[in-house]
């Protein structure tokens, strides 16, 4: 070999290492990307356009190799607007991953009158399900497809109630709602499953003249509510009333017993005290029958004795004299 072969050879390594050292510098980089906080991501292969299955849950440098990348995705809970205005949204539009806004929800009750709905929940997706929602859906498409599937599960809830129901009962159809919206973001049976909360209901428009109606209605349920309050309050002062009468009746009864069994006590007194005083009268015209008994003219002897005892008795001062 001679010195200029040497030289080649040489070149050619030289070369070949300059190279390595410049698809090292490149590849590198190009390996590595970064997650930021509040993203999932699926690692995808360049080569076989394939996703892995484990997702990317932890932020940060994440080597991926030469041409692959990470698909991206929301970790943290994201907003679905049905509604007319966008008050209130503005201030989440920047960033990557921004609130899903669509116009209010044409929708009929079940006695057919047409409304349209504004409405909002929030959904987030689960780490474990993100393989299974880019193979059936996509990258991006999945939002679009959410967007039909919480527009199906909400009309038909609406469809479910009456239209004054709207006004009157609304906690039954949230929660109508969001068992719903449950259910249309769960199919296990296809790997998907995304998480929903914070269903609210804000506005429901109905026909100018229903809304009339509603009104008149509430007007007349006040009016009913006051007529009720009156009539309680007119009970509540009747039942008093009854009360105080009942109390003056028991008053005056015990005021009555009481005076007939003073007078019963004073007529058995004054009974007792009678037949006391007639049974010693009694005995004493008892002890002077026998003292006249045998004697032959008992009157005359009997009137004898209240004489000598009215003069006996009789005092000085008196004109009259006591018989008894």
Same mark, same amino acid.
């Given at each position: 070999m001679g010195l200029e072969d040497v030289q080649i050879v040489k070149a050619c390594c030289i070369g070949c290492c300059c190279l390595w050292v410049i698809f090292g510098a490149v590849a590198v980089p190009l390996s590595l990307k970064s997650m930021e906080q509040g993203k999932?991501?699926?690692?995808?292969?360049?080569?076989?356009?394939?996703?892995?299955? =484990?997702?990317?849950? !932890?932020?940060?440098?994440?080597?991926?190799?030469?041409?692959?990348?990470?698909?991206?995705?929301? +970790?943290?809970?994201?907003?679905?607007?049905?509604?007319?205005?966008?008050?209130?949204?503005?201030?989440?539009? $920047?960033?990557?991953?921004?609130? *899903?806004?669509?116009?209010?929800?044409?929708?009929?009750?079940?006695?057919? @009158?047409?409304?349209? *709905?504004? +409405?909002?929940?929030?959904?987030?997706?689960?780490?474990e399900y993100l393989a299974n929602l880019y193979h059936l859906l996509g990258e991006e498409m999945y939002r679009? $497809?959410?967007?039909?599937? #919480?527009? #199906?599960?909400?009309? =038909?809830?609406? +469809?479910?109630?009456? #239209?004054?129901?709207?006004?009157?009962?609304?906690?039954?159809?949230?929660?109508?709602? $969001?068992? !719903?919206? $449950?259910? +249309?973001?769960?199919?296990?049976?296809?790997?998907?499953?995304?998480?929903?909360?914070?269903?609210? @209901?804000?506005?429901?428009?109905?026909?100018?003249?229903?809304?009339?109606?509603? #009104?008149?209605?509430?007007?007349?349920?006040?009016?009913?509510?006051?007529?009720?309050?009156?009539?309680v309050e007119k009970e509540l002062a009747m039942r008093t009333n009854l009360k105080v009468a009942i109390q003056e009746v028991r008053q005056i009864l015990e005021i009555a017993t009481g005076k007939a069994e003073s007078i019963r006590l004073a007529n058995e007194a004054e009974v007792a005290q009678q037949l006391i005083f007639h049974e010693r009268q009694a005995l004493a015209n008892a002890a002077i029958l026998a003292q006249f008994e045998n004697d032959s003219e008992p009157y005359a002897r009997l009137f004898d004795l209240m004489e000598i005892r009215a003069i006996a008795e009789h005092a000085e001062d008196h004109m009259m004299f006591s018989i008894s």
């Open positions: 999932y991501a699926v690692e995808l292969n360049w080569a076989s356009q394939s996703i892995a299955k =484990e997702p990317v849950i !932890q932020p940060g440098m994440k080597f991926v190799g030469l041409g692959n990348g990470l698909l991206e995705f929301p +970790s943290t809970y994201q907003t679905m607007y049905f509604t007319a205005s966008t008050k209130g949204v503005q201030a989440a539009t $920047e960033g990557q991953f921004r609130p *899903i806004v669509r116009g209010p929800l044409r929708a009929r009750s079940s006695d057919g @009158l047409e409304m349209l *709905i504004t +409405s909002s929940f929030q959904w987030r997706l689960k780490p679009d $497809e959410f967007v039909r599937f #919480a527009r #199906a599960a909400i009309i =038909e809830v609406c +469809s479910n109630f009456t #239209a004054d129901m709207f006004f009157t009962n609304r906690t039954s159809i949230l929660l109508s709602m $969001e068992d !719903q919206l $449950e259910d +249309s973001f769960k199919m296990i049976d296809r790997g998907l499953y995304i998480e929903i909360k914070g269903v609210q @209901l804000q506005e429901v428009d109905l026909p100018d003249q229903f809304d009339a109606e509603i #009104a008149n209605t509430q007007a007349q349920m006040q009016e009913f509510q006051v007529a009720v309050a009156e009539r």
